[in-house]
């Protein structure tokens, strides 16, 4: 069982910054792919960024390609998203989210989720 609590969202002007935290418990934390979604109001869940276990492979979806950054340390069983030059298109929540592996987490074939944190951006 892996179990995923985000932290790091609020409300940002359009062109600021946030960075993501998900903490995750469990002794099998490094083994797993990690990933981002977010879903804003009326849409669906949608796909942000994976990486892989070992850092070795990262993924993003086009709209953020240049913007966010993906990253994980496993010693601390913590995985990031670092957002700048954020635009009021990426006010969602964000959620964690751990698959097997990589190509999974991207796919949407996750096996754990987070409960969101909330990421609003002014225009």
Avoid: H
Wanted: hydrophobic content about 35%.
């Amino acid at each position: 069982q892996v179990q995923l609590v985000e932290s790091g969202g609020g409300l940002v002007q359009a062109g600021g910054s946030l960075r993501l935290s998900c903490a995750a418990s469990g002794r099998t934390f490094s083994t797993y792919a990690m990933g981002w979604f977010r879903q804003a109001p009326g849409k669906e869940r949608s796909f942000v960024a994976a990486i892989s276990w070992n850092r070795g492979r990262t993924y993003y979806a086009d709209s953020v390609k240049g913007r966010f950054t993906i990253s994980r340390d496993n010693a601390k069983n913590t995985v990031y998203l670092q957002m700048i030059s954020l635009k009021p298109e990426d006010t969602a929540v964000y959620y964690c989210a751990a698959a097997q592996n990589v190509g999974m987490v991207v796919a949407g074939g996750v096996d754990y989720w987070g409960q969101g944190t909330q990421v609003t951006v002014s225009s």
